[in-house]
C-alpha cells in the first residue's frame, strides 16, 4: 500500500498485530470495547497527571489533601471482626513513605502490585505516627516514564492496564510514522483555523509534551469530531432544499393582515420577528425546514397560524398536528376563535369569496362525518385541518397542502413527520390545485435547548426562536417546600386558593423504573390527600394506566371547573390550558429534571391570577440545584443553560432521542465556539463541493465513524 494512512486503513488493522497483544491481551482488549488500530488510538486517556506539579511525600502536610506519585511497596489485607475487608499498602518516593488503607474494596489487593506506580489523592492523617491515607483516589501509572503520564479510562473486569495500552498506543504511532497519517482538512484550513495536524494531535493527546499541547490535540480532534456531524446536517439540510420544489407562497396577503390586525392583543417583538423569518422561507421557492423554540406561553399558535393562512391565501391548505387528542381539541378551539369571520376568495361564490373553514380531525371523528370531512379536505372545501395522527392516516389526502406545522414536535417520530410532510404529495387525486410539491414545514417545540446545542442536535433545521413573553402576565412564583411545617403550610394556601375559585394540580413522584409504581403511588396521594390536606375538595386522578378516552374526561371536568384538584403523574399533557389553575404542587420534586419541571410549572401561570408552584423535597438539609435553579428563574432558555452546565450533554441528546457516539472529545456544554467554527466550515465544504468528490476522506470518515443508525438520524429527522 502507498499513500497516507486513513482510518479506514487503520480499522483494518487488527490489534494483534502490535509487540505484546497475544491472544489473551487481544481478548482483554476485545471486552474493553478494542479489536483494531483505529479504536486504540480512539481510547482517548481521561486525564493527564503531570508529574512536575506534584508534591513528593516529604511535601504532604496532615490535614491537606494532595497528589503524589509514589510506588507501590508492600499490600496486606484483613478482614475485621464485622467482616469489613481492608486493604493496607506502603507507598514512598525517594523523599519518604507512607501508607494507604481501602475499607470495603477487597479488589485493591489485586489492583496494586507491589513495584507499581501510582498516583495518589487524599488528605493525609497521622496514624501511629506514620503519614495515611484513608480512601484515596488512586490511578495506576505503572512504569512509564515521561513528564505527562496518559490515564485511560480503566474497567476493573478486564485486566488491560493503563500502561499497556499507552505502550501500544505509542508503537501504534511509531508504527504510523514511515507513511504518514492522512489528514483530511486542506492546509490552508488547518492553519485559517489554527488548528494542530492530525498527527501532531494524535501523539500530543496521548503523549503530550506539554498541558498546552494537549489543549490543542483535543481541540483538533474535538473539532474533528464535529465537522463529521456537521457536514452530515448540512449536507442534508442543502440536499434538502436542492431535491424539493417548494411552493411560493403569497407573504402577507390580505388574509395574514386582517388575522393579525384582528388578535385581541399586540405581537410581541420576538413574534414579529419570528413570523418575518417564516415568511421569508415560504415566499422562497425552497421547502421551509424550520425549527420554532419557544417556552410555554410564548405565543407560537400565533406564529403556526399565520404561517397556515399565508399557505390559504394562495389557495393552498394547512395542517396543524399535536400529539393528544386533547391538545388537538384545545389548538382547534384556539385556532377557530382567533379565525372566526376571515373570508377566502372563492371563485365558485356569488359574492367570490366565502367563511374561511377550519376543522378538526382526531380518532374520534368517525363515520359520516369523518367521509364527509375528507371529500371536503380533498376539494379544497376546508381550508386548515387539525389533529393528531389521525392526520397522516391513509385516506387523509389534501387537495393542495401548502404548510404543516408539527407541535411538540418530539412527541412524533421521524417517520410521522415524514408522513405529514408527504401528504403535499398528491399528484393523481382528485384536486382542485394538483402539485407536486412539497409542503413548508414548521415543528415546534416548548422545550428550549441552548443555541449551539440546537446546532448539534437540530442541524438541519432553520431555528427560530420566540424568547420574549407577551405582556403582562403575572410570573410564576416558586417555592422550595421541605418539612412538616412548610408543607403544612403550602397546604393551607392551596386550601385558600381554592376556596376562592382557583384550582391545583398535584404531581406524584416519578418513578422512573416503573409506570405500575408510579400510578400506584399516584393512587396512594389520591387517597391520602382526599381524606387528610385536601378532604373538602373535588380531587380527580390521572395517570398513565388509564385509557385515553379516561384521561380526555377527567381532563374536561377539570377544565369545566367539575374538578377542584386534578392529581397526576407527568402525564398531565403539554401545553394544556387551564387558565383557572394557579397552583402546581410537584411532590418529590428533587427526582425531576430541569426541564421536566419547567414544564409542568408551565401548566399554571396561563391567566390572569398570579399562580404559585410548590416543588416539595423531603429532605430538608440537602438543597437540590436543580429546585434552586427552578426558584430562581422562570426562563426556559436560562434553565436550558443551567441544565447543560449541571447534567451535560446527556440531557440534551435525550431529547434529541440519540446517541452521538463520535463525540467522544467534543462537548455540547464547553466546546461552544467550535461547533459554531464547525457549522461554519461545514457550510463551507458542502456549499463548495455538495457531493463530497473532492473531500474524499471526510466522506470516507463520517461512513466509517458515524453507525448507520446515526446517519440514519441525521439524514431523516
Ligand atoms: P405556546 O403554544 O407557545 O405555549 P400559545 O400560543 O398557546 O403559547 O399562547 C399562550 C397564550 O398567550 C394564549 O392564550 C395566547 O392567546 C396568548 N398570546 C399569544 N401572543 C400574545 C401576545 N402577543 N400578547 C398577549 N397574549 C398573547
Ligand atoms: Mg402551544
Known sequence: MTGKITLSDLADIDVEVLKGVGEKRKESLAQYGITNVLELLMNYPRKWVDRTNEARVSDLVVGHEALVIVEVRKVSKFTTKNRRTVVTIEVGDESGRLTAVFFNQPWRERQLKVGTQISMFGKPDLFRGVLQMSNPLIDLIGDRTGRIVPIYPQSEKVQVSTWELATWVESALERCRERGLCDPLPVELISKLELVDRTAALWAIHFPETMLAKQNARRRLAFDELLRVQVVLVGRKRA????????????????????????????????????????????????????????????????????????????????????????????????????????????????????????????????????????????????????????????????????????????????????????????????RKKTNTTPDVLVMTATPIPRTAAMTVYGDLDVSVLDEMPPGRTPIKTFWVAGKKSEAKMWSEVRDAIAQGQQAFVVCPLIEESEKLEVASAQDTFKLLGKTELKDFKLGLLHGRLSSNEKDETMTEFRERKLDVLVATTVIEVGVDVPNATCMVVLDADRFGIAQLHQLRGRVGRGVIASRCWLVTSNEEIRSPRVDALVESTDGFYLAEVDLELRGEGTIMNTAQKGRSDLKLASLRNDRDLIELARATAFEIIDNDPTLKSHNEIRDEIDLLLTPDEEEFLFKN
Open 240 to 431: 434538502f432544499e436542492l431535491d424539493n420544489t417548494g411552493i411560493r407562497h403569497i407573504v402577507n396577503g390580505k388574509l395574514q393582515q386582517r388575522f393579525v390586525a384582528a388578535i385581541p392583543f399586540a405581537l410581541t417583538g420576538a413574534q414579529q420577528r419570528v413570523i418575518a423569518e417564516v415568511d421569508k422561507d415560504l415566499a422562497s421557492p425552497h421547502p421551509m425546514h424550520r425549527l420554532l423554540q419557544g417556552d410555554v406561553g410564548s405565543g407560537k399558535t400565533v406564529v403556526a397560524v399565520s404561517a397556515m393562512l399565508a399557505a390559504v391565501q394562495g389557495g393552498h391548505q394547512g395542517a396543524l398536528m399535536a400529539p393528544t387528542e386533547v391538545l388537538a381539541e384545545q389548538h382547534f378551539n384556539g385556532v377557530r376563535k382567533l379565525l372566526e369571520g376571515l373570508l377566502v376568495p372563492d371563485a365558485n361564490n356569488l359574492f367570490g369569496d366565502r367563511q374561511l373553514r377550519v376543522e378538526l380531525l382526531t380518532s374520534r371523528v368517525t363515520s359520516e362525518r369523518r367521509r364527509e370531512l375528507l371529500r371536503d379536505l380533498a376539494n379544497g372545501g376546508v381550508d386548515i385541518l387539525i389533529g393528531t395522527h389521525a392526520l397522516i392516516q391513509e385516506g387523509v389526502e389534501f387537495a393542495s397542502l401548502g404548510v404543516a406545522v408539527i407541535d411538540e414536535q418530539h412527541r412524533f417520530g421521524v417517520e410521522q413527520r415524514a408522513a405529514l410532510r408527504n401528504k403535499g404529495d398528491n399528484s393523481g387525486t382528485s384536486a
